[in-house]
């Protein structure tokens, strides 16, 4: 029996210029979702910026509680258990970050004890630890000790030989805590081994309120938390560092400065860069990612970050915060600093101690 075909509907696929148009309508799709996503991964990597710097807060804001003050941007680590010399310094010493001080209070007990026992091989004591790294900011080689974040060391002095300068602790956070000469390379003494360190303590920031001053910062162009060695690499025996130049507050930290930004004034120790100091995200686009620690010029001293408009910074309080961008000098001078009534900062001819307090919706 034939079956007749007749009134049956033979099925047919797309036409290509209907295929045309559902590609087009899912390349749109696709493009409209794409920032969505890319703004949803930023966010999550900011939160985990924000939380790491969270714990280096709480971290600093222990270490006070139990030892009375803070680290200094470069310290002394120093075996007791040696003899001193004639200048009744320990024999037995090493140079150490404030990062590495905060080992014992940021979960990190065994590398602590291997960085101050002096016992057994120097290998493997400075690895990449995830807490210390921005995910918005990778670390340019992977398994390094790199570190994203960096503290308040104070004010830049204007003098090329600033090193040599007194530190004023109420225009800082961090000091040169190091001054055993036992710990440091021949040659690199720079003059504030000759006195007591500087203490600072959250104590010492009540006057301007620890709340209302940062102690550390994001940078880009950051280093290692640890001395690199002639060869550039990582090394926890501070007098093989490649260097024998004083310690300088931008290895481990940032710093500010009180002069204006002025258009072709020439920075006193690099003339290539104008004193931008007190800029966030300022770092001249020409300038080359630094490959070891003594191509931290001034130019870097910029808090940076990869986070669109500004940067996260921990305060006193150990509280996270966006910091924009576009903040006003003044004020970002007044959280640098850690109390007003001793601070050399005086914008404008008006000393600190005399400018009106700063609240939260200013920055």
């Known amino acids: 029996m034939r079956h007749s075909l007749a009134g049956r509907r033979i099925p047919r696929g797309f036409t290509l210029v ?19 996503v890319g703004a949803a991964r930023e966010a999550a990597r900011n939160n985990t910026c924000k939380n790491n710097m969270r714990q280096l807060g709480l971290a600093l804001t222990t270490f006070d509680s139990t030892r009375g003050y803070l680290p200094g941007y470069i310290n002394d680590i120093e075996d007791v258990r040696s003899s001193k010399d004639s200048n009744q310094q320990y024999t037995t010493a090493r140079q150490a970050s404030w990062i590495v001080m905060l080992f014992p209070y940021m979960d990190q007990p065994a590398l602590w004890d291997n960085w101050s026992s002096f016992s057994g091989s120097a290998a493997g004591n400075t690895p990449e630890l995830e807490v210390l790294q921005c995910p918005s900011n990778p670390p340019e080689i992977p398994g390094f000790p790199w570190c994203s974040y960096v503290g308040n060391s104070g004010q830049m ?163 996270v915060t966006f910091v924009v961008e576009t903040i006003d000098p003044v004020v970002y001078g007044q959280l640098m600093t850690t109390n007003s009534r001793r601070s050399d900062y005086a914008p404008n001819g008006v000393r600190d101690a005399k400018l009106p307090p700063v609240s939260a919706d200013q920055f």
């Open 18 to 36: 209907e295929l045309l148009v559902v590609i087009a309508i899912i390349g749109t799709l696709v493009a409209l979702l794409l920032p969505a």
């Open 157 to 319: 002095s204007t003098d090329p030989s600033r090193n040599t300068v007194y530190e004023n602790p109420a225009n800082g956070v961090f000091v040169d805590r190091s001054v055993n000469l036992n710990a440091i390379p021949s040659g690199a003494k720079d003059g504030r081994e000759d006195s007591k360190p500087p203490q600072v303590s959250i104590n010492y920031m009540s006057n301007d309120g620890a709340s209302n001053t940062v102690m550390v910062s994001e940078r880009l162009d950051s280093f290692y938390w640890a001395y690199v060695d002639s060869g550039n690499q990582p090394t926890m025996i501070s007098q093989n560092k490649n260097s024998v130049l004083a310690d300088n507050g931008l290895w481990f930290g940032f710093m500010w400065s009180n002069q204006a930004t002025t258009a072709g004034t020439a920075d006193p120790e690099n003339s290539s860069c104008l004193p931008t100091y007190q800029k966030i995200n300022g770092i001249p686009a020409d300038l080359l990612p630094p490959r070891n620690m003594t191509e931290l010029t001034d130019c870097y001293a910029y808090p940076s970050s990869n986070h669109s408009g500004g940067v996260n910074m921990s305060f006193g309080d150990a509280r």
